[in-house]
Nanobody, 126 residues
Framework: QVRLVESGGGLVQPGGSLRLSCEVS????????VGWFRQAPGKEPEGVSC????????DYSESVKGRFIISVNSAKNTVYLEMNGLKPEDTGVYTC???????????????????WGQGTQVTVGS
């Protein structure tokens, strides 16, 4: 079975940076879409970013566009989310996910993903 394990979360002050990693084991993601989602307590999940593993056209939510970068190291079967210029509203549990039915455009919709990691906490504050 495919397993996703996130790491890299923590406490950072506003304006700081973090890089999250999502290590995938148990299967290759070469033909899949991958995404990052986040959820604050009591809030709806938000699709932050996505990309097809072999594509070079990622998608971002308007709230993070220009600040976050998604990337994939296919050889390591690992997905990354580089987060810059962090704001308090970026606080939440960040999870990665795999879309096995990826075709041409990646999705930031929760319902399109069937495989999820456990999440890593990101807290932005002084």
């Amino acid at each position: 079975q495919v397993r996703l394990v996130e790491s890299g979360g923590g406490l950072v002050q506003p304006g700081g940076s973090l890089r999250l990693s999502c290590e995938v084991s148990g299967g290759r993601i070469d033909f899949d879409g991958v995404g990052w989602f986040r959820q604050a307590p009591g809030k709806e999940p938000e699709g932050v970013s996505c990309v097809g593993v072999n594509d070079d056209v990622p998608d971002y939510s308007e709230s993070v566009k220009g600040r976050f970068i998604i990337s994939v190291n296919s050889a390591k079967n690992t997905v990354y989310l580089e987060m810059n210029g962090l704001k308090p509203e970026d606080t939440g549990v960040y999870t990665c996910a795999v879309d096995r039915s990826y075709d041409y455009y990646c999705s930031r919709y929760v319902g399109d993903y069937g495989i999820w990691g456990q999440g890593t906490q990101v807290t932005v504050g002084s």
